[in-house]
């Protein structure tokens, strides 16, 4: 059986005033329709390049990306993009920015009263039905960011990608997003692929954790099986023997397999440094 979205040998490069850069080498990745995905690794690692070439934003050096039997070449509306940023425009309210967007995917091929309910609909599966009035500027980053999925959702996309998309947000808001997504997620069974650095995050949501290896060259170093069964409790899994294997797991290719070692001047070189300081002060 193939897979609905195929990431095949997927090569990156990027030119610069030094030469090539390669930033993704040979990345491969099946997903099933409506698995929850997981990118995590060390910043430089590639995640978001991934996410852009799915996404139709960067077009892969060499390899590609087949969706549903269907060759990924330029952004589409099956494929919708939650950011870090909520990304809202501040002068419509949040009704407005969800409309825009479905203005945007479905032209005039639904009614007038058909286009307002499925707004209120979208708006309503991520709990701000209440404030659908109100602008960017005077709701909270956490309720931006659900119009922001609400907006996402509304577009009906078959794949939705989300780029640390509570990476701003603080421990009890993030915890509460989390839970909508999951809710959302059991509703309607979205295809999700999700860039986190959050260990907690990637076990609690995914039903995959594709941990990448350091950039440069980077690709796909371990895929993580999450089979802990749904619907999931933060609470409960805190004692979960399996969830603290996975958490573990992940921990352990982060730390150990793939740690990243700064390097820290030695007592000499810093020295030296200091004293080319001096020397150009003394020539100023």
């Not at 997903?31 to 799915?54: P, Y």
């Not at 501040?90 to 203005?103: D, G």
């Not at 997620?185 to 990448?212: C, P």
Request: charged share 25%; aromatic share 4%; net charge negative.
């Amino acid at each position: 059986m193939s897979a609905f979205l195929d990431i095949s040998h997927i090569d990156m490069t990027f030119p610069t005033p030094k030469g090539e850069f390669t930033a993704l080498k040979d990345v491969n990745l099946q997903i099933k329709k409506g698995e929850f995905i997981s990118l995590i690794g060390h910043s430089g690692c590639g995640k978001s390049t991934v996410l852009n070439v799915v996404a139709g934003l960067h077009q892969a050096t060499s390899g590609g990306v087949i969706l549903n039997k269907k060759e990924v070449k330029q952004p589409g509306p099956e494929r919708a993009v939650v950011f870090q940023n909520h990304s809202l425009l501040p002068w419509l309210s949040a009704y407005q920015n969800v409309e825009l967007a479905v203005k945007q995917v479905f032209g005039n091929s639904k009614s007038k009263a058909e286009t307002k309910e499925w707004i209120e609909h979208n708006l309503k599966l991520v709990h701000m039905d209440h404030a659908m009035d109100k602008r960017p500027d005077e709701i909270s980053g956490g309720m931006k960011q659900r119009v922001g999925i609400a907006r996402a959702l509304a577009m009906e996309p078959e794949v939705l990608l989300m780029d640390e998309p509570f990476g701003a947000l603080d421990a009890l808001t993030r915890a509460h997003m989390q839970d909508s997504l999951m809710e959302i997620q059991n509703e309607l069974n979205n295809t999700v692929i999700m860039i986190t650095h959050d260990v907690d995050e990637a076990v609690l949501l995914s039903d995959k954790i594709v941990m990448m290896t350091n950039g440069p060259a980077a690709t796909v170093g371990e895929i993580l099986e999450v089979n802990l069964p749904r619907p999931r409790n933060r609470l409960a899994l805190a004692e979960d023997s399996e969830y603290n294997r996975l958490r573990s797991a992940v921990l352990t290719f982060l730390y150990e397999k793939q740690r990243k070692v700064e390097v820290i001047p030695t007592a000499a070189k810093t020295e030296a440094k200091n004293s080319e300081d001096d020397s150009a002060a003394a020539s100023a």
